[in-house]
């Protein structure tokens, strides 16, 4: 229904306080463990990981439209929904750290003990368990990395995790704890059987009609987007087939036949790695152009020179392009 390209950056800095501290350092700082118990970060790191899936009457960023409505047994089946989310998503974490661990003390000794005997006899099997661990650590590493733990890559460590959780359980026999892993599996099917109801019954409809939250409707006119583009760059004296443009999610698909474009998104995001200006980033980086919508480039702090519906043009090859 949408377009999947993030805007996150362009509502950072408007509404949501809590998300703007999270986007300043987006990534581990070991700092956190000082002022900190241990304990605490990682339930803060579980919080925000785990509220990425549950149900919500708002979102941030609006990346999905809040659910509104539905007092008595909807409320309640919405509450018992989210709990059984985490649950799943809390165990499917957990199983990855211990197996990952686990396997990985296997194998290193395994490996000790057949070095000398250089035994061939286990290598298939040992083989199969170390693709399953090389292919963990990352995931495990990205979760512990992100300290922004936004809503995109979230989903994206929790896909891995489900993936790594079912080729681990595949490679060991069950018998032994199939009371424990038979309720389990119930759990996660009635968890995702119910989620894609929920999801239909609340989402379907607001996203066919066009709700776009950091994302682009697939009903916006993208043959007159492409025209206003078109006529931006004239206005602006470009010569698009030079490159080094800057654009927006809303303006890529006119613009991706040409060479060295730059998100609008990580050209403001590089403000604030280079703790520098703009206009900084701007002679380092060296584009040309920019065509983007005109609030994209308020916020990246960029100006421009002409507008034709909500999309505007900047030429740095002239002055007067950056406010």
Known sequence: MNRGKSREHYKLTTGYPEIEQFWARMTFNGSDLESVKLTEWVRVKFARYLGSFKYNSNYAINYLPGITGGDGWQK???????QAIQIVLVVN?????????????LLIRRYAAMYPRRANSEQAWLIQWQALVLFALPVLFLFFYDSAQNFYRSFFLNLLTAILV????????LTRVKTVTAPYFCLCGVVVFTSMAMNVFQFSNRLYAGYEGPSISLSRDW???????KA?????????????IVLDDMTYDSLKIYPV?????????????????????????????AIARC?????ASIGFQKSRNQLCCANFLNAGALK
């Open 76 to 82: 309640i089946l919405r509450s018992v929904l989210n």
């Open 93 to 105: 974490l957990v199983l990855c750290f211990c197996a990952t661990i686990g396997a990985s003390i």
């Open 166 to 173: 079912a080729l681990f359980l595949s490679r060991i026999a």
């Open 223 to 229: 043959d007159g987007i492409g025209r206003d583009v």
């Open 232 to 244: 931006l760059a004239e206005d602006c004296c470009m010569d698009l087939s030079k490159g080094g």
């Open 261 to 289: 474009i730059y998100p609008v998104t990580y050209t403001g995001l590089s403000v604030n790695i280079l703790k520098a200006t703009m206009a900084d980033v701007i002679n380092k980086v060296r584009p040309d152009y």
């Open 295 to 299: 609030d994209a480039l308020r916020e």
